[in-house]
């Protein structure tokens, strides 16, 4: 089935260490996003990409890093420059040929980062 | 830019009830306006969408108009089901890159 993988889905960082969330699809889709969601603030975009080897900044880049070195992945990178990074995180991708664009984002399941 | 404004929750309903959020939209040119549903420890799920003014989108039982007049796009939803108990994000993407969500609203529907 094509989807989009998230990994891990949980995890515990002590404070002043960088931490990285797996984002692996298979469905073929040049762009790609990660948003993040904090109770009762919806979702905001930390970083896009739209081909492999290009990505730009979203609403609030500051402390998080990315790559896209491959189509299918996009590593997203939490440093301990990020002063409150207990969050939900989101990764998404969307198909960029304007013939298939529906503008719909398919998301991954989520990871759940906790700063002890 | 773009932003989008939705009806707080919580909200709290009975089995069979009817449900509305509303969403208002700032956008520029003319957005495409999508309602998505978060089920608990899920991501995000396409609910519905609609692309040009008039359009009505439809899924589930839910459906949400896009009124260009009023810049809205309110989700309804006649009869819901505890099933129906989730969080509902209502985005709009006016540019090619970017969707921007609202807070998201959270739906509880008791037995």
């Known amino acids: 089935d094509g989807g989009i993988t998230q990994s891990p889905k949980y995890l515990f960082r002590k404070e002043g260490q960088n931490v990285t969330l797996s984002c692996e699809q298979n469905?073929?889709?040049?762009?790609m996003y990660w948003y993040r969601q904090d109770p009762g603030q919806g979702l905001r975009l930390i970083y896009y990409?739209?081909?492999?080897?290009?990505?730009q900044k979203g609403d609030i880049a500051e402390g998080y890093s990315v790559s896209r070195e491959k189509k299918e992945s996009f590593p997203l990178t939490v440093t301990s420059a990020q002063k409150n990074p207990t969050a939900f995180y989101l990764c998404?991708?969307?198909?960029?040929?304007?013939?298939?664009?529906?503008?719909?984002?398919?998301f991954g399941e989520g990871s759940r980062l906790t700063v002890l | 830019g773009d932003s989008v404004t939705q009806m707080e929750g919580p909200v709290t309903l009975s089995e069979e009830a009817f449900l509305t959020i509303n969403c208002t939209y700032t956008a520029t040119g003319y957005p495409s306006l999508f309602w998505y549903v978060q089920y608990p420890g899920e991501g995000l799920q396409l609910l519905l969408k609609?692309?040009?003014?008039?359009d009505k989108g439809s899924n589930k039982g839910f459906e949400a108009t896009y009124r260009k007049e009023t810049t809205s796009f309110h989700l309804e939803k006649g009869s819901v089901q505890v099933s129906d108990s989730a969080v509902y994000f209502c985005?709009?993407?006016?540019?090619?890159?970017?969707?921007?969500f609202g807070a998201g609203t959270t739906v509880t529907v008791r037995a």
């Open positions: 469905l073929n889709h040049d762009a």
């Open positions: 998404a991708s969307r198909i960029r040929e304007k013939a298939w664009d529906t503008g719909e984002l398919f």
């Open positions: 990409s739209q081909i492999v080897n290009d990505f």
């Open positions: 985005a709009v993407r006016s540019n090619d890159y970017k969707l921007s």
């Open positions: 609609a692309t040009k003014a008039d």
